[in-house]
Structure formats: structure tokens, C-alpha cells
């Protein structure tokens, strides 16, 4: 067991990208993984995620939790595993006092990314998530997706929440994988660098994939149960503001937000999800804050938007 304590604001200093090459992890092509889970009380939920990552047909050479200032007690159980199994590593990390939403998730990424320099090199990262139950296959066969399609960057299956004892599954296009539970190849990582430090990195880092010409699948017929609905963390209607606002900073034309605030309109809440989404993306785009992507991310994902409004296979599109 690796157990240690850090201060949030080293990790938020040091953690955050530079530039997209200076990544450079080592890589073998020996269809290994390593996990790495940014977690912040997640006491209901993360002991059923431990005991799915245990019970896997596949398992990885090291699960590294990184455990974001958990005052529920979430810390406790993820530490009782760790004291049992050698390979899960619990980094504890000072409680700065809020959930950091978004940013503060990618910067927990680019600081596991950090640590994986120490490693011995394998050939797949994981982003797991600390609310999920899966098959005990579930990376098995996230596996198998990676070897029969070598251009295959980031894949993911299908999340569900349960709503009266149905599955109801999240909305995701195929191309855009799931960011519970996503595995990367570094190989093809270490083409887009870092997590960008933002809200939105989760859209960021498919764009960067696409415009490398990789591609991003999600799916549909591996499930997840996200035991969270996605994007509830501070409140719901919070979570369908911050899908506007995370659309405006990620590139989305006020065209295709639109038209994606209009489709909302057949899902619950119905007017409030789309009155919400349009709220959050004009608010920000008045302030005029800077989005997260470059002027050549936002060219690109506007072209891919074009793609999907005229019902066309983004896989055809050109990168360039």
C-alpha cells in the first residue's frame, strides 16, 4: 500500500498542462492497464465500485485513488483496501474545503498522469470513476476494443441510472465515450498531452484525438451503472446550467447548442433541461470568457457539428 497525504494546491499548481507534448509516458504493447480514480465523498457508492474492480477478469497492474479531501468517511473503506491489496494505491489529498467540479478532476488526472512516470510501463490508462458497478468484465472487454481496432484512443461503455427498476442510459453519441469510465491508449495520449484544466476536459481530449485522426467509441452494448446521475454533483438544475456553459467553453456553436437544447426538450424536465442548457451557454458567452479550446479546436469542432446536423459519419471527416 502507498498511502500519503498532499495539499490540493501543489497538486493544482503542478498537476495542470503546459503544452500538448510534454506528456511522454512509457508505453509497452503488452495490453496492460493502470486505473486512476479521482474520488471526494463517495461514501455511499465507492465500496460497490472496489468490489467491481476486485471481482474483474482482467485486472490492472495498479489502481491509484486519489482521494480529493473525503470527509464522509469514503476514505476509511478505500483504505482498508488498500492495506489489502498491494496495487491500490490511496493518495490522500488535504480537504481544501468545496468539490472542484470539472477542473479540479483533471487536475487530479494530470497529477496521477505524473505518477505513472515512476511505473513500469504498460500499455493502457483507465479513468474510473468512484460511483460505478460493472461486469466483471467490463475491462476485459474494453480491452478486446483496443486490440481489434488499432486506431482506437479512447473507448468507453454505456452508463445507465436506474429509475424505478429501469435502466435508463445516458445520452452519448458513439463517437463521444462515456468520462466515467474511459480507457486511453498512451501511446496515442501522449499525442494530446495533458488533461486540459477546465471543465470540459472530458470533450477537449476527444477533439484533440479526433484531429490526431484517432478514433473515440462509446459502447452501447457494455453497460455501467452510474449510481450518480451524470452531471447531478452540486444539484441538478447546477448540472444542466453547467452543460451550457461546459458546451460554450468546449466549442459548441450557438447553432448546433441550439439545436442540441431543442432535441432536449423530449427528456425530463423537458422546457427547464433546454431553458437551462440555453441559460448557461449565453451567460458565459456575454461575459466573454475564454473558452478552454484553441481557435484550431473550436474550427474543428464546429466541422464536426456540421457533420452531425447533417446526419454524417464523423468518422469520414477531415482532420486537417
Not at 80 to 94: F, G, L, R, V
Not at 114 to 124: A, G
Not at 128 to 136: M, S, T
Not at 243 to 250: A, F, M, V
Amino acid at each position: 500500500m502507498k498511502c500519503c497525504y498532499i495539499n490540493f494546491l501543489l497538486v493544482n499548481l503542478y498537476a495542470r498542462p503546459r503544452t500538448m507534448d510534454q506528456l511522454n509516458i512509457k508505453s509497452e504493447g503488452n495490453g496492460q492497464y493502470i486505473i486512476i480514480t479521482p474520488m471526494r465523498n463517495e461514501i455511499r457508492t465507492v465500496e460497490i465500485t472496489i468490489k467491481a474492480l476486485l471481482s474483474q477478469t482482467v485486472l490492472p497492474n495498479k489502481w491509484i485513488i486519489l482521494d480529493d479531501g473525503s470527509t464522509d468517511g469514503s476514505e476509511k473503506i478505500v483504505s482498508k483496501y488498500a492495506e489489502e491489496y498491494p496495487w491500490i494505491s490511496h493518495i490522500k489529498i488535504a480537504d481544501r474545503g468545496y468539490d472542484f467540479v470539472g477542473q479540479g478532476v483533471a487536475d487530479l488526472l494530470n497529477f496521477g498522469l505524473k505518477m505513472l512516470h515512476d511505473e513500469p510501463p504498460v500499455e493502457f490508462i483507465a479513468k474510473l470513476d468512484a460511483d460505478l458497478d460493472f461486469a466483471n468484465d467490463y475491462f476485459e472487454s474494453m480491452l478486446l476494443e483496443m486490440r481489434q481496432e488499432p486506431r482506437l484512443g479512447i473507448v468507453s461503455g454505456h452508463p445507465y441510472v436506474l429509475e424505478n427498476d429501469n435502466k435508463v442510459f445516458e445520452r452519448h453519441s458513439s463517437y463521444f465515450p462515456s468520462g466515467t469510465a474511459r480507457l486511453y491508449r498512451i501511446t496515442y495520449l501522449n499525442d494530446i498531452g495533458y488533461f486540459v484544466s477546465s471543465v470540459g476536459w472530458d470533450t477537449v481530449d476527444i477533439l484533440r484525438m479526433r484531429m490526431h485522426n484517432h478514433l473515440t467509441k462509446i459502447c452501447h452494448h457494455i453497460p455501467v451503472h452510474h449510481m450518480r446521475p451524470m452531471g447531478t454533483r452540486g444539484g441538478y438544475i447546477n448540472g444542466m446550467v453547467r452543460d451550457g456553459r461546459n458546451s460554450y467553453l468546449t466549442g459548441y456553436t450557438p447553432l448546433f447548442l441550439l439545436a442540441r437544447a431543442l432535441f432536449n426538450i423530449r427528456y425530463y424536465p423537458y422546457l427547464l433541461r433546454t431553458f437551462c442548457m440555453i441559460y448557461g451557454y449565453f451567460t458565459t458567452y456575454f461575459k466573454g470568457v475564454p473558452r478552454t479550446v484553441s481557435d484550431k479546436e473550436y474550427q474543428f469542432h464546429a466541422k464536426l457539428q456540421r457533420h452531425r446536423l447533417m446526419l454524417r459519419n464523423i468518422d469520414d471527416i477531415d482532420q486537417q
